[in-house]
């Protein structure tokens, strides 16, 4: 049996499996490897048929679709007045309708026009919005995302950080909405102060929910429609029992997402709204138990949200509840400072065991070398040198099989159309030579992981985003430009090749001669940086199998 032809046709079969389970994702249909974790409650949120947006406490979802308020109309959250709150690293624009956070732009995150990444937008084309109100648990019209907000005060506090105060009221319910910023933060203190003013008190429920439609996010680079469609875009949701739960659009539009409703007094949880390099999450206060809720408001809009009981608050008194509205990068040594489980929010799949520590090690690197691209570069040496053990042993069996690579051929002429004497007399020579016709496979099937690892870790990775390396590498996200590094990576698989022993199947040796060609036109789509990775550590094979050949230079008898 013909070992290399079974583990090259593995090889091919795999790759084309993951492409075409890419392909499905792309397509909007589920993953051939499973999708999200599921929990044994059902959250669903439908939409009524007269498009009513303000969400039921989730405690008594029958409540009337008649007694809630209708949804608000694009109009008129166009047209209402706008509140600016920014800092050095994040500008909001609130609107007077509703309190919403309609717009968010990252001033320090650009596109390729050099423009501010916009996260959160509301135009006709695109909505992704935050947004917050009450409900009750009776039939009251209190202030919600529809309501009329007010200016009470905005600037500065003591310690020098900006805020605004909107203020709304409705049936002797006042609900104020105080939004802070710290300097370099991409997190929005939100408070809810609410005041009972009317006799007829009945429980409150806050609800903090984020809004978006399917559609593709804004275009961030100038190949990132390749890259965006195998990473997750939307909602997700975090609890310490359930952990981390994507939910796909297109299991919300067929009522089959499962997540966890109920979480109790005390235990972390946060709502989320995910896509490539960015993400944005309500998370409120885990003092009192909360609800988490999720589904479709209208055609091709979508919303996850968390409601917090606020109880009966008694005439003349006023509760406050704290939240925070993260809206930036997924920049992990940010998001592990913000709340439990938050880093969850930058996905490396399913190899996640192997990439944290490998984007560890990178951004450790990075940290001496200042630069992107060379730490790469001394990551694939440090990963080259922990292989070396076994590349080495891997290299000695190459080096031995091209020894006897002229015996091999003779074999072949000797029992030609006899293939299973053939196989008996090649493994017999094995035996007496000590050749282990595999050992040559070994480090590349090792090397399958880490390599799909650091794929992720570089496609995940919003701080490769413009981050240059030399000369005609300015971002090392996206693909090279000229196609420069894949010619290389071409040029140094067909050296690899001629250094390696021929096959004695001649459709192998061609394969094994188009290959380079073909991985070459696979790695012109790929991020530059994981190229730059493969033809660094190319390179080192070639010097090191180079070397060993030298060593078992003995050129065999004919």
């Known amino acids: ?31 051939m490897f499973g999708g ?56 909001l624009e609130i609107s007077a309708n509703g309190g919403n956070i309609i717009n968010a732009k990252l001033p320090k995150q650009l596109t390729p026009e050099k423009k501010p990444v916009e996260l959160f937008q509301y135009t006709p084309s695109h909505k992704y919005f935050a947004r917050s109100g009450l409900i009750a648990l009776g039939n009251a019209d209190l202030p919600n995302h529809t309501s009329s907000f007010k200016l009470v005060q905005s600037g500065k506090d003591g310690t020098g950080k900006p805020f605004i105060v909107l203020a709304s009221e409705r049936n002797g319910v006042k609900l104020e909405k105080t939004f802070i910023l710290s300097p370099g933060s991409y997190v929005v203190d939100v408070g809810h102060r609410v005041t009972q003013s009317s006799a007829n008190a009945t429980p409150l429920v806050l609800y903090t929910e984020i809004v978006r439609d399917a559609s593709q996010e804004q275009k961030i680079g100038p190949f990132d429609g390749a890259f965006s469609a195998s990473t997750f875009t939307g909602p997700a949701a975090y609890t310490e029992k359930e952990k981390f739960n ?28 995910v896509q490539h390099y960015f993400a944005s999450a309500w998370i409120p ?8 809720y999720a589904g479709r408001i209208d055609n091709n809009l979508y919303r996850i949200g968390m409601q917090t009981p606020l109880g009966i608050v008694a005439p003349g008194t006023t ?60 990551l694939t040496i440090l990963i080259k040198l922990v292989f070396f053990p076994l590349s080495a042993a891997s290299y000695k069996s190459m080096a031995r099989m091209k020894e006897v690579q002229p015996r091999l051929l003779a074999m072949k002429e000797q029992y030609k159309g006899e293939p299973q004497k053939l196989n008996q007399a090649m493994m017999e020579m094995y035996r007496k030579e000590k050749i282990n016709p595999l050992g040559g496979c070994l480090p590349v099937v090792i090397q399958i992981p880490v390599f799909i690892s650091l794929y992720w870790v570089l496609l995940s990775s919003v701080e490769m985003r413009n981050a240059p390396w030399i000369g005609w ?29 021929t096959p004695p199947d001649p459709i192998q040796a061609k394969v094994m001669m188009y290959m380079p060609l073909v991985f070459s036109v696979m790695f012109f789509f790929f991020p530059s940086g994981l190229v730059l990775y493969w033809v660094v550590n190319n390179l080192l ?18």
């Not at 939910?247 to 709204?273: C, R």
């Not at 206060?285 to 988490?292: C, G, M, N, P």
């Not at 992990?332 to 799949?349: H, M, N, Q, R």
Request: hydrophobic share 45%; charged share 15%; glycine share 4%.
């Open 36 to 91: 999200n974790s599921a929990s044994n409650v059902v959250a669903t949120d439908k939409a009524p048929s007269n498009k009513v947006d303000i969400p039921s406490p989730v405690q008594n979802p029958n409540i009337p679709a008649s007694n809630q308020a209708p949804a608000v109309s694009s109009s008129a959250i166009e047209s209402s007045e706008k509140f600016v709150l920014q800092n050095d690293v994040l500008a």
């Open 473 to 501: 590498i300015q971002d090392l996200s996206v693909p090279d430009p000229y196609y420069i590094l894949p010619i290389i990576m071409a040029a140094s698989m067909f050296v690899q090749t001629k250094l390696n022993p």
């Open 541 to 558: 094979s070639i010097a090191q199998q180079w070397q060993i050949n030298q060593m078992f230079g003995k050129k065999p008898a004919k």
């Open 319 to 378: 509760v406050v509840e704290k939240a925070k509205l993260f809206v930036g990068p997924q920049e992990e040594s940010v998001l592990e400072t913000i709340a439990p489980g938050f880093a969850l929010l930058k996905d490396y799949g399913y190899l996640t065991i192997l990439a944290k520590p490998i984007f560890w090690l990178l951004e450790n690197i990075h940290t001496y070398v200042g630069n992107w691209g060379w730490a790469i570069i001394l």
């Open 1 to 31: 049996m013909d070992f290399k032809k079974t583990i090259l046709w593995a090889v091919f079969s795999m790759s084309g499996l993951m492409l075409y389970n890419n392909w499905q994702v792309h397509e909007g249909k589920p993953s």
């Open 285 to 292: 206060s885990d003092k009192a138990a909360r609800d988490i």
């Open 246 to 273: 994507k939910l796909e659009f297109t299991a919300i539009d067929k009522n089959k997402i499962t997540i966890p409703t109920q979480v109790a007094a005390g235990d972390p949880a946060w709502v989320a709204m």
